[in-house]
């Protein structure tokens, strides 16, 4: 049978292909029987190669994965995975099947840092996973990158894994991730949600709430020049009108809601902090 699996020479195959994948975890094969049907009538073996990488992903992707979330774990893990191989090829004897194997891992980073981007740029790229189950009506994906980012900045400034790998990059993801897209036209489109993100999760908080991990993400993301140029180029990064004051700046601009942040109570007409320091 045809399957999905993490790059290696042999891919597992499901012995159960009309399973429910709802009932399966996450790492469990899937039967891609759509995909097998079409390259057997193709005349080509059902053997993840080079050749139908992309049309495996694509597939695993658009057909088996029930929401955007978990498509872009599914993409992050098979990152991770990418990289603890690309460990394991490197002491092989034989350099020359190494390199060919390198060349395919490589080929895999590639298309899932692509495929990340693609579903935060566009989603509706992928609209089976924009519907609720229960409901036939389409949703808007509203989550930004930051979400996958944030748990990362507690553990390392520079996209690193911790021990929780549900909740952090895998190790080089971040730079591949920016290098890839950040010459491209709809680079601010994946982070300005993402700074919005970031001062939403700042505001009314106080000094006891949980705002380092946000402020490190930032400090983190400023760190990339061109993460840092949209950053400066956003609406909110210092907004315009007549009657600009400080208190329009520490409640509308995007870094406002981190220098709110005091034990200094404010007047109740604008709120405090959560939780109370008082």
């Known amino acids: 049978s045809y399957t999905e699996a993490p790059p290696q020479k042999n891919p597992n195959p499901n012995p159960n292909p009309h399973a429910d994948p709802d009932s399966s975890p996450d790492n469990s094969p899937v039967y891609l029987e759509q995909l097998a049907a079409e390259l057997l009538s193709e005349s080509k073996p059902l053997v993840l190669c080079r050749d139908v990488l992309e049309r495996v992903l694509f597939d695993r992707l658009y057909n088996h994965s029930h929401s955007p979330e978990s498509a872009i774990m599914y993409l992050l893990g098979c990152y991770r995975r ?4 690309s460990r394991k ?3 092989m004897k034989d350099k020359r099947i190494s390199s060919e194997i390198l060349d395919s891992i490589s080929q895999v980073k590639e298309l899932t840092v692509s495929y990340v981007g693609i579903m935060f740029e566009q989603p509706d790229m992928f609209p089976s996973l924009l519907r609720n189950k229960d409901a036939p009506v389409s949703s808007p994906f509203k989550q930004s990158i930051v979400s996958v980012i944030i748990g990362n900045a507690n553990s390392h400034t520079n996209g690193i894994d911790s021990n929780s790998h549900s909740h952090t990059l895998p190790s080089g993801f971040l730079d591949h991730f920016i290098k890839r897209f950040e010459n491209e036209s709809g680079f601010e489109n994946i982070w300005r949600p993402a700074f919005d993100d970031l001062r939403s999760s700042v ?9 380092q991990i946000p402020l490190k993400t930032l400090i983190m993301l400023v760190s990339y020049h061109s ?4 950053l400066v180029t956003h609406p909110n990064w210092l907004p315009k009108g007549t009657n600009i004051t400080g208190r329009v700046l520490e409640m509308n601009s995007i870094l406002g809601p981190f220098f709110h942040i005091s034990v200094i109570p404010d007047n109740p007409i604008f709120g405090n902090g959560e939780p109370n320091v008082g």
């Open 82 to 85: 990418s990289v603890e191989e």
């Open 227 to 230: 993460v840092a140029k949209v």
């Open 89 to 91: 090829v490197q002491g």
């Open 203 to 211: 505001t009314r908080v106080s000094p006891l709430g949980p705002f």
